[in-house]
């Protein structure tokens, strides 16, 4: 099952965005992980979502966007952190992971709020160690 993504994306320029104090930075900016075997599964599974532009409430994400349209700065992808988390706890999903399988999730580390932006994104996707 696909959850809609409380991301929005209008044309605008990235380049001033983080400016502004809503903005807490990039997912890029806000996960590790930890074990070097792992960055390319994880690079590969978020893509261009590494470059989301983060905020906590939904208004300061709108606010931004609509600056960002009428002064025609190009475009730019942005989260709600606040939505995510709403939309988190109303789906109530899991995933148990089978034999020689990992959550790919389970190999990013991060602060709860953006677990639950990771878990949207990354969802039911697995890594496996071994093809044999």
């Given at each position: 099952m696909v959850r809609p993504s409380p991301c929005f994306e209008i044309p605008?320029?990235?380049?001033?965005?983080?400016q502004s104090d809503a903005v807490l930075g990039s997912l890029a900016d806000k996960i590790r992980v930890p074990r070097e075997e792992d960055i390319k599964?994880?690079?590969t599974a978020l893509g261009a979502r590494l470059q989301?532009?983060?905020t906590r409430d939904p208004q300061a994400a709108r606010s931004i966007l609509q600056d960002l349209h009428q002064n025609q700065k190009g475009r730019a992808s942005i989260a709600s952190l606040e939505l995510l988390a709403q939309a988190?706890?109303?789906s109530g999903e899991?995933?148990?992971a089978p034999e020689n399988t990992r959550r790919?999730?389970?190999?990013?580390d991060?602060?709860?709020?953006?677990?639950?932006?990771l878990g949207g994104i990354l969802g039911r996707m697995l890594v496996v160690e071994d093809l044999a």
């Open positions: 605008s320029n990235t380049e001033n965005i983080e599964a994880v690079e989301l532009v983060l988190d706890e109303a899991s995933l148990d790919i999730v389970d190999l990013i991060g602060d709860a709020e953006i677990r639950h932006l």
